[in-house]
């Protein structure tokens, strides 16, 4: 199946090899995240108008019995549940169409839910989205299991950090930061975002333990994808006789467990790289758009489903992050305005709400109009 997907996706033709994978892709997530808040919003007895994906005017769709419009829209960089009560598609509420709505579409109109069940609502998407990450690296693991390396040092490079630190062939990484490190894939997890931070070792050599402290350098490496990536690295050379290489099998509970750290592990990354980003110690280069991911789905397709299938959990994690982010009308700007709510016992005033929702909003846009610039010009 694997060879047959590569062959059909290889083609050079731009709507096979760039364009569907980069479609399937983004529907699957944003089809799950969306899905999470409606899901919830129906759990909490909140009732749904409209179901899309993508924005603007709609290509295709049909009413269910509940009275919710799903549809397919012409601009496929997104989607949106829109509650009843709701004047946008952020759940910013109109106060005068709140006011005329009947009494029977009042109680399960979104604004006049316990701000609990307003939370989960929100908070369900981005859960979601983790969740189906979870999901595929759970599968990926109980079919594949995972390739390891023993966390041993083969070589070091000289004029290296780990030279200048006083590394030798033949220690084993116990720690790296207070963090215990089992594979040499681990040592790699815990340098690669950490270029220009002093970092400490714990190492056994000889049966004992010493510490050593090293300050990874950047360099730039490509990717499976063939993407220019810039990582922190100390210089240590992992090989065969010393790594051990070796596949480890799960069982489906095994595989599940592994892949909740997994995901964890991606997010707290992804967490390490935006505060890194925000104070100007990582390449903007890094943050791409709609271009990029199209790009990179591209570039997925022809290695294989599996590769298409791994972009979807990376990019759904990421779509999770990016939502919890404090900021309107994103989820987490939603989230921050329900707790002040519940520990003020009254909502933010419109006023207040209309001024945060305009920053957040320019702020968003703002950063759009960053990727879509790097995807066009910036790298």
């Known amino acids: 199946m694997t060879e047959l997907f590569s062959s059909i996706f290889s083609t050079d033709n731009v709507l096979l090899g760039t364009i569907v994978p980069f ?15 409606y899901l919830v919003g129906r759990w909490c007895g909140i009732g749904a108008t409209a179901f899309s994906i993508g924005f603007g005017p709609e290509l295709i769709g049909f009413n269910d019995r509940h009275g919710t419009r799903w549809k397919l829209s012409a601009i496929p960089l ?56 979870i999901a595929v690296f759970a599968v990926m693991f109980s079919l594949y299991g995972r390739f390891v390396t023993e966390p041993t040092v083969a070589e070091v490079r000289p004029g290296s950090p780990a030279a200048e630190a006083g590394f030798l062939p033949g220690d084993r990484f116990v720690s790296v930061d207070g963090a215990k490190v089992e594979t040499f894939a681990d040592v790699q997890r815990l340098v690669s975002g950490r270029a220009g931070d002093p970092i400490r ?65 991606i997010i707290a990354r992804t967490g390490q790289f935006l505060k890194r980003f925000v104070v100007g110690r990582e390449d903007k280069c890094q943050l791409g758009g709609p ?49 002040v709510e519940a520990a003020t016992g009254r909502p933010v005033s419109e006023r207040v709400m209309e001024f945060v929702y305009r920053a957040g909003f320019f702020l968003v846009l703002v950063f759009m109009g960053f990727v879509f610039w790097n995807d066009l010009f910036g790298c």
């Open 201 to 265: 070792f714990v190492m056994l050599r000889d049966g004992k333990e010493v510490t050593l402290q090293a300050t990874p350098e950047v360099s730039e490496q490509t990717d499976a994808l063939g993407n220019a990536i810039k990582v922190g690295i100390i210089g240590v050379v992992n090989n065969q006789a010393m790594g051990q290489p070796r596949v480890i099998s799960y069982s489906p509970p095994q595989a599940f467990g592994e892949a909740v750290i997994e995901t964890g592990r």
């Open 291 to 339: 271009v990029k991911i199209a790009d990179m789905a591209g570039k997925a397709a022809k290695l294989g489903f599996e590769w298409l299938v791994q972009l979807v959990a990376l990019l759904s994690v990421g779509i999770g992050i990016l939502n919890l982010l404090p900021i309107p009308p994103l989820d987490g700007g939603h989230l921050v305005f329900y707790a």
């Open 78 to 133: 997104g989607g949106y549940v829109k509650f009843v009560g709701d004047m946008t598609v952020t759940s910013q509420p109109d106060k005068a169409e709140a006011d005329a709505l009947p009494e029977g579409l009042r109680k399960v109109a979104f604004h006049t839910q316990p701000v609990w069940k307003r939370a989960a609502t929100v908070f369900a998407g981005p859960l979601f989205s983790f969740l189906l990450t």
């Open 23 to 37: 479609l399937f892709v983004l529907t699957v997530v944003v089809f799950v995240h969306e899905m999470g808040h």
